[in-house]
């Protein structure tokens, strides 16, 4: 497994100035959950350092990125609902509270306002679909930006970066729509909640480590 830098082509190839470093150790979060991706985040370790100035990471208390900064994703996502990008590209989204965001969500995928969707929840004895639903729509190792006006990342962006002035990385994309990208929010983890496992891995830690993975994942060589 490679990954390959500083190239805007979806292949890794095309630039003179992109290069492609082999990974030798891979990091996931050991409280990842796969269900409601909780804890997204994974580190790669290269064999050799990188030329190119990586981003910043943000500050820990989240002064980077308050509700209403704007923020930059990245990425060779889906668009058009119909193909991927074969070359990087990004579009420029708000950073939105957590209860904004949950607001937004609960409108959508329940066709209610929040006010009504808790006010169902905490019936007793209620019957309703959204009774029986209980989610902490934005916890604390995630963030949202965006406000549903078909500016979002989209399917295919995945671990990309969501980066404000001066080239900080505040989230990282995590999850969100597979198709009509740009409806509801888009859902980002929160790198400043993540520091201290970074710099442990960072430091020598094995936390988390799954390099056994790298066995079944297999580099495509691509041709120009």
């Not at 790669?44 to 209403?68: F, R, V």
């Amino acid at each position: 497994m490679y990954v390959s830098l500083g190239s805007r082509h979806r292949s890794g190839r095309g630039t003179k100035t992109s290069e492609e470093i082999r990974v030798v150790e891979i990091f996931k979060h050991p409280l990842f959950n796969e269900t409601w991706l909780d804890y997204d985040v994974g580190l790669i370790k290269l064999e050799t350092p990188a030329t190119h100035q990586p981003a910043k990471l943000c500050a820990a208390d989240g002064s980077n990125n308050p509700p209403g900064t704007m923020a930059t994703v990245i990425g060779w996502g889906m668009v058009n609902n119909a193909t991927f990008a074969q070359t990087l590209r990004s579009v420029d989204v708000e950073i939105i509270s957590d209860d904004e965001c949950t607001e937004y969500l609960v409108e959508n995928y329940y066709n209610t306002s929040l006010k009504s969707y808790e006010s169902s929840t905490s019936s007793v004895g209620s019957t309703s679909a959204s009774a029986e639903v209980e989610v902490d729509w934005v916890g604390p190792t995630a963030m949202c930006a965006g406000r549903g006006d078909a500016k979002d990342s989209c399917f295919g962006d995945s671990g990309g970066p969501l980066i404000v002035k001066n080239d900080v990385i505040v989230g990282i994309v995590s999850s969100g729509q597979t198709e009509e990208c740009g409806i509801v929010p888009g859902s980002y983890t929160r790198v400043s909640e993540f520091l201290p496992y970074i710099n442990e891995i960072v430091k020598g830690g094995s936390s988390g480590n799954a390099t056994d993975l790298l066995g079944g994942i297999h580099y495509r060589e691509y041709t120009e």
